[in-house]
């Protein structure tokens, strides 16, 4: 079955760049899912930051908008993430997901998610 | 951008009880882009409930959705041990996703 893995680094520095990507592994990436990211600070609740299509194509949360820029490699069933002028805020655990957008719309699949830290 | 209140922040309930969980939209969402999520520490979110009122593959009988324009529901009839966690629910429109705030559910 289709699953997605995150990876990348585990800690940038302040006002640095971070950097994730997603693999989708056992289906490809060209479908007619769109592909997010979410992430959960510490003690906080789930936020959505953006998401792709294969084609390239993005929306972006309003509040991270000026900071996030999202890719696909379709020769590498992967899609990533940069997050730009990240600060100690940003710390936060990071996930994939895969959008169903079909008769009803929701996340259908997600990724184990991976803890980013910011510090110096 | 709409945003998505939930209530209770905690529930503290003993295994057997029924769970009632609120989800409060700031406008009008429709019932095909109303989702709820189940997350557990150190594990991926799941959906359980889609379409404000359809359990997801593999959901027990006991979790069920209700609701409609700003005002949703989720209920766990009788709460067995694996179903205490967070719950969120979510919304899409105008080609932003926003999730409440979540509410934790404890064993009392």
């Known amino acids: 079955q289709v699953q997605l893995q995150e990876s990348g680094p585990g800690l940038v520095k302040p006002s640095g760049t971070l950097s994730l990507t997603c693999t989708v592994s056992g289906g490809s990436i060209t479908t007619t899912n769109w592909w997010s990211w979410v992430r959960q600070s510490p003690g906080k609740g789930l936020e959505w930051i953006g998401d792709v299509y294969y084609t390239g194509t993005t929306n972006y949360s309003p509040s991270l908008k000026s ?10 069933n992967q899609f990533s993430l ?3 002028s990240v600060t100690a ?3 936060a655990f990071y996930y994939c997901a895969r959008d169903s957008m079909d008769s009803y719309w929701y996340f259908d699949l997600w990724g184990r998610g991976t803890l980013v830290s910011v510090s110096s | 951008e709409i945003v998505l209140t939930q209530s209770p922040g905690t529930l503290s309930l003993s295994p057997g009880e029924r769970a009632t969980l609120s989800c409060r939209a700031s406008q009008s969402v ?5 989702a709820w999520y189940q997350h557990k520490p150190g594990q991926a979110p799941r959906v359980v409930i889609y379409g404000a009122s359809s359990r997801a593959a593999g959901i027990p009988d006991r979790f069920s959705g ?3 324009g700003t005002d949703f ?4 009839s009788r709460l067995e041990p ?8 979510q919304q899409y429109s105008s080609s932003v996703w ?3 705030q979540g509410t934790k559910v404890e064993i009392k």
Do not use: P, Q, W
């Not at chain 2, 429709?30 to 109303?34: D, P, Q």
């Not at chain 2, 694996?82 to 629910?89: L, R, W």
């Open chain 1, 67 to 76: 900071r996030v820029t999202m890719s696909v490699d379709t020769s590498k």
């Open chain 1, 82 to 84: 940069m997050l730009a």
């Open chain 1, 89 to 91: 805020a940003d710390t």
């Open chain 2, 30 to 34: 429709s019932n095909r882009y109303l």
């Open chain 2, 66 to 68: 209700s609701g409609s």
């Open chain 2, 73 to 76: 529901t989720l209920t766990i």
């Open chain 2, 82 to 89: 694996e179903d205490f966690a967070v719950y969120f629910c």
């Open chain 2, 98 to 100: 926003t999730f409440g």
